[in-house]
């Protein structure tokens, strides 16, 4: 019956990981429903249908380890449960952790570091006063707070829409950040584009770093037009939604294991992780990051310098001139080409959108200068 064993879900630290099972639609206790398939009770084409048809409710994935990639190599999630509501905190999520989550139990063969848990990062959201539903309602400022890596235990958490939310605490200030670099430098051009057309000689400095800007995004230094196109903000909405659909809401092997929350391929070997279901034919890798701020910083370069992704530039240079906010709901529908999944992708990043209210974010914005450690990002940027 090793078939049976196999497909079957197991405890997990004795406890099943789901509460009932259906055959063919009618409700069996679960140590009951095992001792009927494995008993032979069943006839070998209901156990077979059974097998296949199990509903499964407030579990995870039970079958295997696969790190969710898909012929495309980009993550495919399901579609994200219930909006939120209004009156969610933060701190109120510790209660949804399971036992074992603050244990140093294995996961993929290593301990959970309690400093680095889902725990001891409420704990920092609650010090800090940081409550998404605040941000979503009316204040809309985020504490400066700087995770470096995704708790260990992410996969742990018993409710899913409390992992969601933890997810888009630990992203957004990261996001922001990311949006304040590109906002900082596209001034800094736009100052350096008016000097220029007063008569004013650049600075050898100043020239300096608009031709190592220009040739990072691939644009000539004095093609000021396509360079405005180029650096700007993605919206936090987008950016999240992504985020989440490409790493399974932070769990995946490669969000765990290398900070690849959105599934950029690589071609040089040893920069990046390879994908458990790659097929011969393929030789790309996963980009990994020594931090999450740094994949949210080749993320949003990607959108804003690659060819693929000219479409949804335009889009957001349009949206602009026309005085209309950089929505992702909007901006969505111009990344077919993100995933070979082409429309279906965008219909499932606009999804995640309107069912976690992530719309409601793009008008966040960080409070303060300071960042509260963990730590303060690492500026790998041109000077």
């Not at 969710?68 to 190599?73: D, E, L, R, T, V």
């Not at 001139?321 to 111009?334: H, Q, S, Y």
């Amino acid at each position: 019956m090793q078939f049976l064993d196999d497909l079957w879900p197991q405890k997990v630290n004795g406890v099943w990981p789901v509460s009932k099972v259906e055959f063919v639609g009618v409700s069996v206790p679960k140590g009951r429903a095992r001792a009927l398939a494995l008993g032979g009770i069943a006839t070998c084409g209901l156990v077979t249908m059974a097998l296949f048809g199990l509903v499964l409710s407030g579990g995870g994935h039970p079958f295997g380890d696969s790190d969710g990639i898909s012929s495309a190599g980009l993550e495919v999630l399901p579609i994200p449960g219930a909006r939120p509501t209004a009156s969610d905190r933060i701190a109120a999520e510790l209660a949804s952790i399971s036992p074992a989550a603050g244990d140093p139990a294995a996961r993929n063969g290593k301990e959970h570091d309690p400093s680095k848990s889902v725990g001891a990062l409420l704990v920092r959201f609650e010090q800090a006063g940081y409550q998404l539903a605040a941000v979503r309602d009316d204040d809309h400022h985020v504490p400066r707070i700087y995770v470096e890596n995704l708790p260990t235990d992410l996969a742990d958490m018993t409710s899913p829409q409390e992992r969601k939310r933890v997810f888009i605490a630990a992203m957004l200030p990261l996001i922001l950040r990311v949006n304040e670099e590109i906002l900082a430098d596209r001034e800094r051009v736009l100052s350096l584009k008016d000097q220029i057309g007063v008569g004013v000689e650049l600075k050898e400095v100043d020239r300096r770093w608009l031709h190592t800007v220009a040739e990072r995004y691939e644009a000539g230094p004095y093609e000021f037009a396509d360079l405005m196109q180029r650096m700007d903000i993605v919206p936090p909405s987008l950016a999240l939604a992504q985020a989440a659909e490409e790493s399974g809401w932070g769990t995946s092997r490669f969000a765990q294991e290398g900070n690849a929350l959105f599934g950029q391929y690589t071609f040089k070997e040893g920069s990046g992780m390879e994908p458990l279901e790659r097929s011969d034919d393929r030789q790309h890798f996963i980009k990994a990051y020594s931090s999450l701020i740094d994949t949210v910083r080749g993320y949003m370069h990607n959108l804003n310098y690659h060819r693929a992704y000219r479409e949804f530039r335009q889009q957001r240079a349009a949206l602009r001139i026309a005085g209309r906010p950089v929505a992702g709901d909007d901006l969505a529908k111009e990344l077919k080409r993100y995933s070979e999944r082409g429309n279906d992708y965008i219909r499932t990043l606009r999804q995640i959108i309107r069912v976690n209210a992530l719309d409601r974010l793009d008008d966040a914005r960080l409070r303060g200068e300071q960042w509260t450690r963990f730590d303060r990002p690492s500026s790998d940027r041109s000077s």
